[in-house]
């Protein structure tokens, strides 16, 4: 028996991993999920807030790491207009701004906020993205206006009423960065708080967070949520629960299969490695 567990099919695996990953989709059951003390932080700064503070949103990410970084922008982008902050949202990235627009209108379909939808330069602006990494944020810090001189929509951005009174990160409360390389969190730390004495908050995917977690001990992030369990784990905080919540329970799923396998393996080859020796 042993001898043929050894010898299964890789691909049998894989088979039982895949229906792992999306049982878990279509089942209503929930699991603990345990709060942190970096993705605290980043709640702990929101809740010092009060109605009408100004949060930046760089969404520095593409579509490939949506699955991890979306759910975050949609747990906070939902706190920020149920608080009734002002939404400010920019990309380094080319496909960043498009990505908030895909948040936004998830926002805008929940029936939590059927009544009060997020509406354009009353709750939130999209000024888009611009190229220029690092220097798009050195300009930030001395003009807005200059550096984005026209919004997602091609409005000017000087005709946005939201914009009265913004001109550079000082007018700004809070900003979160949604991260998944370069231009991302780094580059945010060393130009916006390091320069011009931003107050940070960031999410970053879990191939990144490792990296950024230096920043957050040394007192230049105010908070790191990473991957999906910082997102399962915004979305706990908050209290309005999405796919970071879901996916997570999907991954556990994953990996208790995985370490199933890798349990039977080793028995299976301690049990047969006498035999083999015979």
């Not at 059927?114 to 999209?126: K, L, R, S």
């Not at 998944?180 to 879990?206: I, K």
């Not at 910082?230 to 996916?247: D, M, N, P």
Request: glycine share 8%; aromatic share 14%; hydrophobic share 45%.
């Amino acid at each position: 028996m042993f001898e043929k567990l050894l010898s299964i099919d890789r691909r049998i695996i894989f088979i039982f991993v895949a229906v792992a990953l999306i049982l878990p989709l279509f089942l209503n059951i929930s699991q603990y999920i345990a709060i942190s003390p970096e993705v605290s932080k980043i709640y702990d700064g929101l809740e010092e807030l009060k109605p009408g503070s100004k949060v930046l949103f760089a969404f520095d990410y593409d579509p490939p790491s949506a699955p991890e970084l979306q759910p975050m922008a949609e747990a906070v982008l939902k706190y920020c207009f149920k608080n009734k902050l002002k939404v400010y949202i920019i990309g380094l990235w080319p496909q960043g701004p498009m990505q908030a627009n895909l948040a936004i209108e998830v926002i805008r379909d929940d029936p939590q906020f059927a009544d009060t939808p997020p509406v354009y330069d009353q709750n939130y602006v999209n000024l888009g993205f611009m190229s220029g990494n690092e220097l798009v944020i050195q300009g930030m810090g001395s003009s807005f206006q200059s550096t984005f001189p026209r919004d997602y929509q091609g409005t000017p951005t000087a005709d946005l009423e939201m914009m009265n009174g913004v001109n550079n990160f000082s007018n700004i409360d809070y900003i979160f960065n949604l991260s998944a390389g370069y231009p991302g969190t780094v580059e945010w730390v060393l130009f916006a708080v390091d320069r011009f004495h931003a107050t940070l908050g960031a999410g970053n995917t879990a191939v990144q967070a490792p990296q950024i977690y230096p920043y957050f001990h040394a007192g230049q992030l105010q908070g790191l949520a990473g991957g999906l369990k910082g997102a399962a784990e915004l979305e706990k905080l908050v209290g309005f629960y999405g796919k970071g919540t879901k996916f997570m329970l999907s991954q556990s799923f994953a990996h208790l299969t995985v370490i199933f396998f890798i349990i039977i393996g080793n028995i299976a080859y301690f049990a047969t490695r006498g035999k083999k020796k015979q």
